[in-house]
């Protein structure tokens, strides 16, 4: 079926998708794309997004690779990535931070130091730079969003989720710091809490065949297109729950 991409909801849109490879990043970059946006994929594995990009490329808009490992990427590295979308597109209407380091369930005590800087610098200090790098890039939009993935506190604040869960509650905190600054002007943020997903992260917690709670993450990826379209302006400054396009 051919898609009318001016009747799309990320019509002629640009979206930068972190963790595009991963479970969420997958799903999420395939609707966005189906939405009609152009989606800039990063990602660390240049296969599994080369992989990613074929699967787009057969029945959307090609997407754009960008391989950037963000466990060493500095700020200059995300400054020269939002100038080159600049450069290419002249404006950036999405930032969709699925992006997120979990390594298993550990006990603070016996948790590698640098394991635990890892997880919280993927969660918090990498995206935080990221966005800051892409904000005179989004103010070229008539209307962006910036999209944080965020677990459920509740979860994550219970023992051994680490460096994981702590960064998760600073991503909270991100998204209405940024919300407080930005306002209303052209540049929203937003945070999406999907719910239990099938994935990889998700499996490093919990024994696949007892997990029923979990669903598939192509449920939550309607949401994600939703949040980074303009009817995600219901939801500036706050925290959404949902999947499947039913946010609450
Ligand atoms: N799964 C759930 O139940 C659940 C629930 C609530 C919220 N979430 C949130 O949903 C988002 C997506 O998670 P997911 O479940 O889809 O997990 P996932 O499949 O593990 O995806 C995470 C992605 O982040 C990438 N990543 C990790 N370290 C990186 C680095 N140094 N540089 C660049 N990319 C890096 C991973 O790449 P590699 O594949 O190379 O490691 C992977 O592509 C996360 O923000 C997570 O907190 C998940």
Request: glycine share 10%.
């Amino acid at each position: 079926m051919s898609v009318d991409y001016d009747q799309a909801p990320l019509a002629g849109r640009v979206i930068l998708v972190t963790g595009a490879h991963g479970g969420l990043g997958t799903a999420a970059s395939k609707a966005c794309a189906r939405a009609g946006a152009t989606v800039v994929l990063m990602g660390r594995r240049v296969r599994q997004l080369e992989r990613l990009h074929d699967a787009i490329a057969a029945v959307s808009k090609a997407p754009v690779l960008y391989p950037l490992d963000m466990e060493g990427a500095s700020p200059d590295d995300y400054n020269e990535l939002a100038q080159r979308i600049d450069d290419n597109y002249g404006r950036l209407d999405g930032l969709l931070h699925c992006a997120a380091d979990f390594r298993g369930l550990t006990p603070i005590e016996h948790t590698d130091p640098a394991a635990f800087a890892r997880s919280v610098h993927i969660g918090v200090t990498a995206p935080t730079w990221l966005t800051q790098a892409c904000l005179p890039v989004l103010r070229k939009s008539k209307d962006a969003s910036v999209v944080f993935v965020v677990d459920d506190l509740t979860r994550v604040s219970g023992a051994y989720w680490g460096g994981y869960g702590v960064a998760q509650h600073a991503r909270v905190g991100l998204v209405s710091t940024l919300h407080a600054e930005l306002g209303k002007t052209s540049v929203r943020v937003a945070g999406l809490q999907p719910g239990p997903m099938r994935t990889g992260l998700r499996a490093k917690a919990f024994v696949d065949d007892m997990d029923r709670d979990a669903r598939d993450p192509a449920f939550a990826a309607d949401a994600c297109v939703e949040l980074l379209s303009p009817a995600g302006a219901e939801y500036r400054g706050e925290i959404a729950q949902g999947a499947s396009g039913s946010l609450e």
